[in-house]
């Protein structure tokens, strides 16, 4: 007997051996397939999400660095500095020169602006009058900038200043007396600015110049090394051009390619994205942590381990309950002449008993996969409603900005045939113009940031009868394009509010605006535009009303009951982002008054505005 004891056992030994050998094999074949299968999808989703980030901050510092390039080659069409190259040693030359730096350099909101003679030396500056930083006197003749200028191009370098050590992007342009070069003029624009575009990354990033050091980043240990290790050659160039004044440069603690196909590279746990900026020898990058990706590779590798785990065990239920139901089987067969009867009640029972199990199995799987498939849809309309959401806040930023960007465009036209004629009281009037018009495109996109959070307004009396002129103004050429007659019952000096001028301004652009898309369909548009003062039935004080009236289309019952509020909007998909009513209302709200919608007589909609006409009372 020990020996056909021992010939039986074995072979069921090795049996379960290779079983259990074969389940965890498909455990650590299940796991490691759905690890790397994660890690792939996540590590190629992730640069998909980061590119549009990336995007956008490059857009924003190409804009904060090349906004005030044009500046210099205005400063040499003022007489005052011709007459100070020509004649250096006047002090009354050198004291106008400055004076007009000075505003200039107030106005356009640089660091500096200063003028320098063909030896390099500062002859004229904006910050003349600042003894511990100023210029005046100063040689900058080994500045890059300088020497560009000087031989007839534009130059465009980053460097820290010799007036005190404050980095910046210089912009140099040539000053020429009729075919000679007499001189060179230089901005300073400040990058500090760059900090608040940070946080709209959420990672870690850098901008780094033209010799790859980085001049800028999020993290401030980065600021001032190198992406590349610096030669004999560069490392001369900047101790003769003192860019970095006497800064060590240290080297970067990573080290990218820096081709220009290396736009998405991988060092480590870091993925490493780069955007070169349009037109200069920039770039900006930003590192990616894989850490998350690897966790939740690992997350998923798991669950496929514990599924595998459970199909084993299933697998094993199964191969039991057939061996249970042989076993059943043989006792039957032995019973089968005294229990026949009964046997077959059981069969038909046990029959019962599997399908209604494997009617239920069947039924969880169903229910399994159609959860997950929910899920899958959930996240897809999440994913899409947040894309959605921003491209029509980039599409409703640049329709607000087309009107005053077609608007300096005319105005600068005519103010270089004004100077090409020699008449220069136009010409002033429409710099004052367009630097009133460049001041209102920054304010356009501040209300997106009051929508969520106020901020105080500097209230005073506001003629009512300007503020309408302005904002017709804007949309002059598409008034005459479509033939709108413009009815203005409120002349300038006539009617006064108590409210911010900017920000009322801001409210009837966008009202008017609203009123010439309303009229596009109509065959006689007609656009009346009303203020007066009265006195508000059960409110102190005086009021005054302004009446924005068009005979368009008109409102339906549902849009007015849903109109001020947000990302609503009648217009057609892409042509409004549904923010203007609210943001509009939110501001005369500030103002302490009320904006309403009103049925026009005759057709059409009427937009009405209650604001203060004069400061509340101290008492």
Same mark, same amino acid.
């Given at each position: +007997? !020990?020996?056909?004891?021992?010939?039986?056992?074995?072979?069921?030994?090795?049996?379960?051996?290779?079983?259990?050998?074969?389940?965890?094999?498909?455990?650590?074949?299940?796991?490691?397939?759905?690890?790397?299968?994660?890690?792939?999808?996540?590590?190629?989703?992730?640069?998909?999400?980061?590119?549009?980030?990336?995007?956008?901050?490059?857009?924003?510092?190409?804009? +904060?660095?090349?906004?005030?390039?044009?500046?210099?080659?205005?400063?040499?069409?003022?007489?005052?500095?011709?007459?100070?190259?020509?004649?250096?040693?006047? !002090?009354?030359?050198?004291?106008?020169?400055?004076?007009?730096?000075?505003?200039?350099?107030?106005?356009?909101?640089?660091?500096?602006?200063?003028?320098?003679?063909?030896?390099?030396?500062?002859?004229?500056?904006?910050?003349?009058?600042?003894?511990?930083?100023?210029?005046?006197?100063?040689?900058?003749?080994?500045?890059?900038?300088?020497?560009?200028?000087?031989?007839?191009?534009?130059?465009?370098?980053?460097?820290?200043?010799? @007036?005190?050590?404050?980095?910046?992007?210089?912009?140099?342009? *040539?000053?020429? =007396?009729?075919?000679?070069?007499?001189?060179?003029?230089?901005?300073?624009?400040?990058?500090?600015?760059?900090?608040?575009?940070?946080? /709209?990354?959420?990672?870690?990033?850098?901008?780094?110049?033209?010799?790859?050091?980085?001049?800028?980043?999020?993290?401030?240990?980065?600021?001032?090394?190198?992406?590349?290790?610096?030669?004999?050659?560069?490392?001369?160039?900047?101790?003769?051009?003192?860019?970095?004044?006497?800064?060590?440069?240290?080297?970067?603690?990573?080290?990218?390619?820096?081709?220009?196909?290396?736009?998405?590279?991988?060092?480590?746990?870091?993925?490493?994205?780069?955007?070169?900026? @349009?037109?200069?020898?920039?770039?900006? /990058?930003?590192?990616?942590?894989? $850490?998350?990706?690897?966790?939740?590779?690992? /997350?998923?590798?798991?669950?496929?381990?514990?599924?595998?785990?459970?199909?084993?065990?299933?697998?094993?239920?199964?191969?039991?309950?057939? %061996?249970?139901?042989?076993?059943?089987?043989?006792?039957?067969?032995?019973?089968?002449?005294?229990?026949?009867?009964?046997?077959? $009640?059981?069969?038909?029972?046990?029959? @019962?008993?599997?399908?209604?199990?494997?009617?239920?199995?069947?039924?969880?799987? @169903? %229910?399994?996969?159609?959860?997950?498939?929910?899920?899958?849809?959930?996240?897809?309309?999440?994913?899409?409603?947040?894309?959605?959401?921003?491209?029509?806040?980039?599409?409703?930023?640049?329709?607000?900005?087309?009107? *005053?960007?077609?608007?300096?465009?005319?105005?600068?036209?005519?103010?270089?045939?004004?100077?090409?004629?020699?008449?220069?009281?136009?010409?002033?009037?429409?710099?004052?113009?367009?630097?009133?018009?460049? =001041?209102?495109?920054?304010?356009?996109?501040? !209300?997106?940031?009051?929508?969520?959070?106020?901020?105080?307004?500097?209230?005073?009396?506001?003629?009512?009868?300007?503020?309408?002129?302005?904002?017709?103004?804007?949309?002059?050429?598409?008034?005459?394009?479509?033939?709108?007659?413009?009815?203005?019952?409120?002349? !300038?000096?006539?009617?006064?509010?108590?409210?911010?001028?900017?920000?009322?301004?801001?409210?009837?652009?966008?009202?008017?605006?609203?009123?010439?898309?309303? /009229?596009?369909?109509?065959?006689?548009?007609?656009?009346?535009?009303?203020?007066?003062?009265?006195?508000?039935?059960?409110?102190?004080?005086?009021?005054?009303?302004? =009446?924005?009236?068009?005979?368009?289309?008109?409102?339906?019952?549902?849009?007015?009951?849903?109109?001020?509020?947000?990302?609503?909007?009648?217009?057609?998909?892409?042509?409004?982002?549904?923010?203007?009513?609210?943001?509009?209302?939110?501001?005369?709200?500030?103002?302490?008054? =009320?904006?309403?919608?009103?049925?026009?007589?005759?057709?059409?909609?009427?937009?009405?505005?209650?604001?203060?006409?004069?400061?509340?009372?101290?008492?």
């Amino acid at each position: +007997m !020990p020996g056909p004891t021992f010939r039986f056992r074995a072979p069921r030994a090795a049996r379960r051996l290779l079983a259990v050998i074969a389940a965890l094999v498909l455990m650590g074949a299940s796991a490691v397939y759905a690890y790397r299968h994660e890690e792939r999808a996540r590590t190629r989703q992730l640069p998909n999400d980061a590119n549009h980030r990336l995007d956008l901050v490059a857009s924003a510092l190409e804009g +904060m660095a090349k906004r005030l390039e044009h500046v210099p080659a205005t400063i040499q069409l003022n007489p005052e500095i011709l007459a100070l190259l020509r004649e250096p040693a006047s !002090p009354s030359r050198v004291a106008a020169a400055n004076t007009y730096l000075r505003r200039l350099n107030a106005h356009v909101g640089s660091l500096a602006a200063f003028t320098l003679n063909v030896r390099g030396t500062v002859v004229a500056s904006s910050n003349d009058s600042h003894p511990d930083d100023s210029m005046l006197g100063t040689d900058a003749s080994f500045r890059p900038y300088f020497l560009e200028a000087l031989s007839g191009r534009v130059g465009r370098h980053f460097a820290i200043g010799v @007036d005190g050590r404050v980095p910046g992007y210089f912009v140099s342009h *040539p000053i020429r =007396d009729g075919a000679l070069v007499v001189g060179v003029a230089v901005i300073k624009v400040s990058l500090e600015p760059i900090d608040q575009t940070w946080s /709209m990354v959420g990672v870690p990033a850098l901008l780094a110049d033209a010799n790859r050091v980085v001049i800028h980043s999020s993290y401030l240990p980065w600021r001032y090394t190198a992406l590349a290790p610096v030669t004999l050659e560069q490392r001369v160039d900047m101790q003769l051009t003192r860019m970095y004044a006497d800064l060590q440069i240290r080297e970067f603690p990573l080290a990218p390619r820096l081709d220009a196909q290396a736009e998405s590279q991988r060092i480590g746990e870091q993925l490493i994205l780069t955007r070169p900026l @349009d037109g200069m020898d920039w770039r900006v /990058m930003l590192f990616l942590d894989l $850490k998350g990706v690897r966790h939740a590779a690992l /997350m998923q590798g798991a669950m496929s381990a514990v599924a595998a785990a459970f199909v084993v065990l299933l697998a094993l239920v199964l191969v039991q309950a057939r %061996r249970i139901q042989r076993q059943r089987q043989d006792a039957r067969r032995l019973l089968e002449c005294a229990n026949l009867e009964l046997e077959t $009640k059981v069969e038909a029972r046990m029959q @019962d008993l599997t399908e209604a199990n494997a009617l239920l199995k069947r039924e969880v799987r @169903d %229910r399994e996969q159609a959860e997950h498939s929910l899920r899958a849809a959930q996240d897809e309309l999440v994913q899409t409603a947040k894309m959605a959401t921003l491209g029509q806040l980039a599409a409703g930023i640049t329709h607000e900005l087309t009107q *005053p960007l077609g608007a300096v465009r005319t105005l600068s036209g005519n103010a270089e045939e004004f100077l090409r004629r020699g008449q220069l009281e136009p010409l002033a009037g429409n710099l004052q113009i367009i630097g009133r018009l460049t =001041d209102q495109m920054g304010n356009i996109i501040q !209300p997106l940031k009051a929508f969520a959070r106020k901020s105080d307004a500097v209230h005073g009396p506001t003629d009512i009868g300007q503020t309408f002129s302005n904002a017709l103004f804007l949309y002059g050429p598409r008034q005459r394009q479509m033939k709108v007659e413009v009815i203005n019952a409120c002349a !300038p000096g006539t009617v006064f509010a108590w409210c911010d001028a900017n920000r009322l301004e801001q409210v009837l652009i966008n009202l008017v605006g609203n009123a010439l898309d309303a /009229m596009a369909a109509t065959p006689q548009p007609c656009l009346t535009l009303r203020a007066g003062s009265h006195v508000r039935q059960g409110v102190s004080g005086r009021w005054t009303w302004i =009446d924005i009236e068009d005979n368009g289309t008109g409102l339906s019952p549902t849009a007015r009951a849903q109109l001020f509020e947000p990302f609503f909007t009648t217009k057609a998909p892409g042509a409004g982002l549904g923010l203007g009513l609210a943001i509009s209302r939110d501001i005369v709200r500030g103002f302490g008054g =009320d904006i309403l919608a009103l049925d026009r007589h005759g057709g059409g909609t009427c937009f009405r505005l209650h604001i203060p006409a004069q400061a509340p009372s101290t008492s």
